[in-house]
């Protein structure tokens, strides 16, 4: 079964620009969230979305949204990029169909530059 | 919200060696795992063990949730298991709460 898949890898915007990045769960995962990782705040919760509805948020501001397709592939948008910006952002995906066991698995991530 | 500490943040030690890294949650949680995060910013599963213990080749982890801590046992280290472990955990919302890692080097 193939793992979870981010586009694209590599990304370099300037100030100001907007960017969507992709993110393909493993399949029948319904469970897609979003982490971001800076070397100053670590590993961070973005948002969950689950049946095409976000189901949980982390405190970012509204510059940073999302969605989720019927088949269960996301995409998050940040708009009017700021140099704090960059960061690794990395996408999970897991069943969610039980509380007693939810492993989330991880893909490669999207390298984000702001320049 | 819950706090996630690892310990130590730093480990260097010579290949052979055996190593314990520890994780301390300040909540009940649901689940925890354990990751190994590779050069390019991968997170590998290495387990998902919210309470127990289980082995995997060279590496075990332990959780006894009642005391809120897990321990990660890697024994034998190689080169390859260089980079950071984290920990994280999850609580009712189904996001996890990621601790600040343990950065090992291992020494050929």
């Known amino acids: 079964k193939a793992g979870v898949t981010q586009t694209p890898r590599y990304l370099i915007k300037t100030r100001g620009q907007q960017v969507t990045l992709s993110c393909s769960p493993i399949?029948?995962?319904?469970?897609v969230s979003w982490y971001q990782q800076t070397p100053g705040q670590g590993l961070q919760f973005l948002f969950e979305?689950?049946?095409?509805?976000?189901?949980n948020k982390g405190n970012f501001p509204g510059r940073f949204s999302g969605r989720q397709f019927s088949n269960s592939r996301s995409e998050m948008n940040v708009s009017t990029l700021e140099l704090g910006d960059s960061a690794l952002y990395l996408c999970a995906s897991s069943l969610r169909d039980s509380p007693l066991y939810n492993e989330q698995f991880f893909g490669p991530g999207t390298r984000l530059t702001v320049l | 919200g819950i706090q996630v500490e690892q310990s130590p943040p730093d480990l260097i030690l010579q290949e052979g060696a055996n190593s314990t890294l520890r994780c301390n949650f300040s909540d009940s949680v649901n689940n925890l795992q354990w990751f190994h995060q590779n050069p390019w910013g991968q997170l590998i599963n290495l387990f998902y063990i919210p309470s127990g213990t289980k082995q995997n080749g060279r590496l075990s982890a332990t959780t006894v949730a009642t005391e809120r801590y897990s321990l990660l046992y890697i024994s034998s280290s190689q080169t390859t298991d260089s980079g950071v472990y984290f920990c994280?955990?999850?609580?009712?919302?189904?996001?996890?709460?990621f601790g600040t890692g343990t950065r090992l080097t291992v020494i050929p």
């Open positions: 399949s029948g995962h319904r469970s």
């Open positions: 979305y689950f049946s095409e509805t976000q189901r």
């Open positions: 994280a955990v999850q609580t009712g919302a189904n996001n996890l709460f």
